[in-house]
């Protein structure tokens, strides 16, 4: 049988957590990094060395929340930054791409709308959660609940 949680022992959770302040930000830090550069959660995860289910743990954290949005939109930075150099070297498709996404006079209205890059960063934390929640139900998690304890 489970043992209930004690004030006590969420005391002594919470001074474990602070003494391992340090170490979890280095984790983070290197995590981050690598959502930038990779732009993706299972290969940034595996760069530092992490679980992927430990970043869906730190996104109640809302410092940390923030920090990923910004690694997030670093990382589709670089991506449209490549897209851009592709297209004017030799791809006229993703030129087209890249125009309707920048002129609207240039955009095929048939095609359906979705949010990404800026809108993305701008979507409010709610957003992030839910988003957060539905991947970890596709990984076999119940969702963001099973690795939150005590909540956000």
Known sequence: MPRKKTASRK???AARELRAAPAV???QDAFLQAVAEFGNISVAAAA????RSTHYRWLADADYR???LSARESALDRLEYEAWRRALSRSDRLLMFLLSAYRPRFRNESASASVGGDELAEAPDRELL???D????EL???GLSELWEDGP
């Open 25 to 27: 930000k280095a984790r």
């Open 140 to 142: 076999g998690y119940s």
């Open 66 to 68: 923030r920090r990923f």
């Open 134 to 137: 539905a991947e970890l139900r």
């Open 130 to 132: 839910e988003q957060a």
């Open 48 to 51: 530092a060395g992490i679980e």
């Open 11 to 13: 005391r002594s959770a």
